[in-house]
């Protein structure tokens, strides 16, 4: 099976199930699913959001990504959202003096609830998810290696190799209107691989476009500034 194949047959899987529960749930479930009855209406706008965080990191450190996202408000309950950013690093390791780059766009999409009892006031308490996709390619260079028997250089070096990432992610946050249109908000985290192909001769890659430096980012965060559309 490809990897196309894989990601249609896990989102049909899952269509399929989300049909087959809102059938077979008991009402208390269903309860949640479902929007809080008052006079407000269920549209209730657009917000276009920034990413504070990783724009500090691309300015302070040899890795990061320019953010922003677009979400729909609906009833002030529930925000279908995209995340859309472009990651970049250009790292030298000290200890293997390895050099590594990439830069490329991610995607993600999702929803949040708001968790808050008072769904229509100035702040908001959430939970989400979001599934998340990169394709990108990375350049690995080695330099100032010797042959151990002939002393001549052996430097090596990959460019332009083919990579590609997917993920899950579960968010909480919160959002507080500071004036206006104008909110802040931050997020916390946690990351799950569920498929990728960029393991091949040289091994992980060091940094992936939007989940972060391998192996050592399950969690990670967000500071954003929000605009009411």
């Not at 780059?101 to 702040?123: C, E, M, Q, V």
């Not at 989940?211 to 559309?229: A, E, H, M, S």
Request: charged share 20%; with cysteine; net charge neutral.
């Amino acid at each position: 099976m490809t990897l196309r194949q894989f990601i249609s047959t896990s989102i049909l899987r899952a269509a399929i199930s989300i049909v087959v529960l809102s059938a077979s749930v008991p009402a208390s479930a269903q309860k949640f699913f479902s929007f809080q009855k008052d006079s407000v209406p269920v549209f209730r706008g657009f917000a276009a959001s920034f990413d504070l965080v990783g724009a500090g990191l691309m300015a302070l450190s040899d890795n990061g990504q320019y953010e922003g996202a677009l979400r729909i408000n609906l009833h002030d309950e529930w925000f279908p959202i995209v995340e859309a950013g472009l990651g970049k690093a250009n790292h030298d390791d000290e200890v293997t003096k390895i050099h590594y780059k990439t830069s490329a766009p991610y995607f993600r999409i999702g929803i949040d609830k708001n968790l808050l009892k008072d769904k229509h006031g100035p702040y908001r308490l959430y939970g989400g998810l979001r599934y998340a996709f990169t394709s990108y390619k990375v350049d690995i260079a080695r330099q100032g290696l010797q042959d151990p028997v002939w002393q001549w250089d052996a430097d090596f070096g990959i460019k332009d190799a083919k990579c590609s990432y997917h993920w899950l992610e579960a968010v909480v946050g919160v959002d507080a209107q500071i004036v206006g249109p104008v909110h802040l908000g931050w997020s916390v985290r946690y990351k799950r691989r569920i498929a990728h192909s960029e393991e091949g001769e040289f091994g992980n890659t060091w940094y992936v476009p939007g989940f972060g430096k391998f192996g050592d980012t399950r969690l990670g965060g967000t500071f954003n500034v929000i605009i009411d559309i």
